[in-house]
T-cell receptor
Framework: SQKIEQNSEALNIQEGKTATLTCNYT??????LQWYRQDPGRGPVFLLL?????KEKRKERLKVTFDTTLKQSLFHITASQPADSATYLC???????????FGTGTRLQVTL | KAGVTQTPRYLIKTRGQQVTLSCSPI?????VSWYQQTPGQGLQFLFE???????NKGNFPGRFSGRQFSNSRSEMNVSTLELGDSALYLC???????????FGSGTQLSVL
C-alpha cells in the first residue's frame, strides 16, 4: 500500500543548530514533492517544491533534498530559531493519482 | 492580495445535522481543493475543483459533497453529521493544478 512517513515524534533542537526532518514514501512515483509549515490552528504554508529530476533546492535557511532511489526527502533548517517551531508536512504529487497527498507531519521545537 | 478566506471559522453541530462550509480563493486562482485534518489521520484529500468541475475526489462517503461557482468560490457540504466528522476542514487554492497550494485558516467543526 502507499505510505508517506514522517517521524511522528517531536524533534527538539537547540537554537542555532541545524534541524533535519525526514519524509519517506513507499509505492509512489512522485512527479514532485513539497514541504509546508503549519502553526497551531492555522492552515499549512508552502515552503519549497522539488521535482523528481532535482536533487536539491535551497531557499534562505531552508534546504530540501530528494532521492528517488531511496524514496526519501530531507528537509533542513540551518541556524534554527525558536520562531521555526511548528509542524512541517511533506506532500507528494503523482500524475497518475493527480492529487497532492500529505504526510502526517513532524513537530519541530527549537529551544533557547 | 487577499489570501484564502474560509467561513465560518468555528462551527458546532449535533449528530444528524448538515453543514455547509465556504471558501473564497485567491483572486485569479481557479483550482480549489478541500482537505480534512484530524490529529490521528493528518490531512486527508476530499476533492478538487477547477473551473466549476470536480477533477478529483478522495475516499470519503457520499455525505461529503462540494461545488464551485463561476467566480471560483467553493462550498463543501456534509450531510447527516457523525461524531467522527469533527475536524479542521481546510480549503486551498492554486493557479494551476497542484502547484503550490495556498491554504485558508480552516473551519473547525465540532459534532456533538
Amino acid at each position: 500500500s502507499q505510505k508517506i512517513e514522517q517521524n511522528s515524534e517531536a524533534l527538539n533542537i537547540q537554537e542555532g543548530k541545524t534541524a533535519t526532518l525526514t519524509c519517506n514514501y513507499t509505492n509512489y512515483s512522485p512527479a514532485y514533492l513539497q514541504w509546508y509549515r503549519q502553526d497551531p490552528g492555522r492552515g499549512p504554508v508552502f515552503l519549497l517544491l522539488i521535482r523528481e529530476n532535482e536533487k536539491e533546492k535551497r531557499k534562505e535557511r531552508l534546504k530540501v533534498t530528494f532521492d528517488t532511489t531511496l524514496k526519501q526527502s530531507l528537509f533542513h533548517i540551518t541556524a534554527s530559531q525558536p520562531a521555526d517551531s511548528a509542524t512541517y508536512l511533506c506532500a507528494l504529487f503523482t500524475g497518475t493519482a493527480s492529487k497532492l497527498t500529505f504526510g502526517t507531519g513532524t513537530r519541530l521545537q527549537v529551544t533557547l | 492580495k487577499a489570501g484564502v478566506t474560509q467561513t465560518p471559522r468555528y462551527l458546532i453541530k449535533t449528530r444528524g445535522q448538515q453543514v455547509t462550509l465556504s471558501c473564497s480563493p485567491i483572486s485569479g486562482h481557479r483550482s480549489v481543493s478541500w482537505y480534512q485534518q484530524t490529529p490521528g489521520q493528518g490531512l486527508q484529500f476530499l476533492f478538487e475543483y477547477f473551473s466549476e468541475t470536480q477533477r478529483n475526489k478522495g475516499n470519503f462517503p457520499g455525505r461529503f459533497s462540494g461545488r464551485q461557482f463561476s467566480n471560483s468560490r467553493s462550498e463543501m457540504n456534509v450531510s447527516t453529521l457523525e461524531l467522527g466528522d469533527s475536524a479542521l476542514y481546510l480549503c486551498a487554492s492554486s493557479f494551476g493544478q497542484y502547484e503550490k497550494l495556498f491554504f485558508g485558516s480552516g473551519t473547525q467543526l465540532s459534532v456533538l
